[in-house]
């Protein structure tokens, strides 16, 4: 549905080579993800066909069409909006489809069950002008009327989910999974987002952090939906799937910290009880069981910052890291005959510290075994050798199969 001009956005270079010279005048896009929305997709073409032409807006309105076999289609085409069939199935797939196929330079996303006024989308507009890259509705801070969100959601789910993404990536919004949000086509093109599902929002969000998008909230209202069948968000399911996808998409949380702390952890008590028991209290001691528990803690958070190391690698390769310049240099120094040296040099020590107690061992008859203690501590540094030479190999193989380890080859 196009509306008046609007000059603050400039027309994108890079629009679908199919586009009509219509469409190639249109400066905002409103998306909107469709499945089965009978009952309220005509209401939300209404307010985005209102809301543009109210504010002077030179835009339209495209219904991204999962499958609906409700009516829907025929609806919003009714009311004035483009529709385009998305065959994958999902709200990520849906919404990349219609994002691909918009022609604005800025673009406004919002779901189809009338829960979301968009007579709002000059509001989000406005705040792209400011030159904001996205623009995220917050409703906390707008109002959630009554019955709009299930108690779980709005008390726990949301501002838990919220607080997370603060804290791994640095984010700080109020409201993260607001399903209507702003954001210019320059910078949607950069950020390469491929979840198909739910965890599209996230990923979305997650990827505008990394490489320093300016991102801002506008207060926004929450009404009932009007959809007249269950939704089809999954609380708990979809819950574990948004903090899956955080974890996997921060290696340094996942996995670098908690085997730094495990080795960290298991050193000390290896160290700590080398020379002996140690008296905590009169009636607790810790001893040997105590250090052999130390050395697992240890080997475990070796292999644990391993897997990290090569999540890391994998993740800057595949591009779901974009701020990753420190591992680029890393990876610039660190060679696979680097990481072979060091783990050579620990099974070598590991190795001199075993033949000696086995000599001593041998010239003692081969009698009873006293040093039990320093063939643990030596083992460990062999153990750990065999990891480090392992996993170097490992590295440098996942580097070189995917182009991005250095040494004898390129970063691309």
Known sequence: ????????????????????????????SVVIPCLNEANSIGFCVDKAVHALAGANL?????????????????????????????????????????????????????????????????????????????????????????????????????????????VLFGVGIGDSYCGMRGFTRALYNRLDVRSTGMEFALEMIIKAAQIGARITEIPIVLWPDKRGRPPHLRSFRDGWRSLRFMLLYAPNWLFLLPGGTLMTIGLFLVFWLLPGPRSITPRVTLDIHTMIFGIIFTLLGAQIISIGAFAKVFGY????????????????????????????????????????????????????????????????????????????????????????YIGDYDLK
């Open 317 to 404: 390769s595949e591009r779901f890291d974009r701020r990753n310049t420190s591992l680029r240099r890393m990876l610039s120094r660190v060679t696979l005959e680097s990481g072979l040296s060091l783990g050579g040099a620990l099974l070598l020590v590991g190795l001199a510290g075993c033949a000696w107690i086995t000599w001593r061992w041998v010239a003692s008859g081969f009698g009873q075994l006293e040093a039990v203690r320093q063939v643990l501590f030596w083992a460990m540094w062999l153990f750990l050798g065999l990891q480090v030479i392992f996993a170097s190999f490992f590295l440098s193989m996942l580097g070189i199969s995917r182009g991005t």
């Open 1 to 28: 549905m196009m509306a008046a001009p609007m000059n603050n956005f400039a027309t994108p270079v890079d629009s679908p080579p199919d586009a009509s010279a219509a469409a190639s005048m249109v400066d905002v």
């Open 58 to 166: 030179r835009g339209e309105v495209i219904v991204a069409d999962n499958g609906s076999t409700d009516g829907s289609v025929e609806i919003a085409k009714e009311r004035g909006a483009r529709v385009i069939h998305v065959k994958e199935r999902g709200y990520g797939a849906a919404l990349h489809a219609g994002i691909t196929a918009s022609s604005g330079a800025f673009i406004i996303m919002g779901d189809a069950d009338d829960s979301y006024d968009f007579g709002d989308v000059p509001r989000f507009v406005e705040a792209g002008r400011q030159g904001y890259d996205v623009v995220m509705g917050n409703r906390f801070r707008g109002g959630i009327k009554p019955g709009a969100t299930p108690a779980l959601h709005k008390y726990l789910g949301n501002p838990g989910l919220t607080a997370l993404l603060n």
